[in-house]
């Protein structure tokens, strides 16, 4: 039995019941409920969440992507200028990138006034950072691998000369 199997199923759709994947893997279900208790347990499975698309959703949200540049001190490392980002309840997302900036955080709001206040009241005032640069999402198309919208490639109407 492969937990990878188990959680390559998962991540595939994590509805599926432990009768799908044992079908699937050819497994006995309480192997696949041992597996799934086993990668939770070690904390290889963090959580199971929804897909969204907030296009089809009623209530109005701002999506933005901000780079943050940082200087590090003796003190101070990337993972504790991570722990105290991680836990503002606007973070959606926060990774630690190579390239032009340090970190590139995801964050959600009800509107471009909340999330400009957030990055500049809550984010930019932390010493370390010595940079943001916030970018608002306009629209999109495909989150963690699943194709957004109702599938017509172009809207656009055609023209012909």
Same mark, same amino acid.
């Given at each position: ?17 432990? /009768? &799908? %994947? #044992?079908?699937? =893997? ?11 208790? +086993?990668? *939770?347990? @070690? ?35 990337? /993972? &504790? %200028? #991570?722990?105290? =980002? ?11 990138? +190579?390239? *032009?900036? @340090? ?54 109407? +055609?023209?012909?000369?």
């Amino acid at each position: 039995m492969s937990h990878d199997e188990v959680l390559t199923a998962l991540c595939e759709n994590a509805r599926y019941s432990t /009768e &799908d %994947i #044992a079908r699937q =893997l050819d497994m006995e279900p309480a192997a696949v409920e041992a597996a799934i208790d +086993s990668l *939770e347990e @070690d904390g290889v499975i963090r959580g199971y969440q929804p897909i969204v698309d907030r296009r089809k959703r009623d209530e109005e949200s701002v999506r933005a992507a901000v780079e943050l540049n940082v200087t590090l001190d003796r003190e101070t490392g990337y /993972e &504790d %200028i #991570a722990s105290r =980002l991680a836990k503002f309840d606007l973070v959606d997302s926060l990774h630690l990138v +190579s390239g *032009e900036f @340090d970190f590139f955080m995801e964050v959600e709001a009800g509107s471009m006034r909340e999330v400009s206040q957030f990055v500049s009241d809550k984010v930019a005032p932390v010493p370390e950072i010595t940079q943001t640069v916030t970018h608002y999402v306009m629209d999109s198309y495909k989150e963690q691998g699943i194709l957004l919208g109702d599938g017509h490639d172009d809207d656009r109407l +055609s023209v012909s000369p």
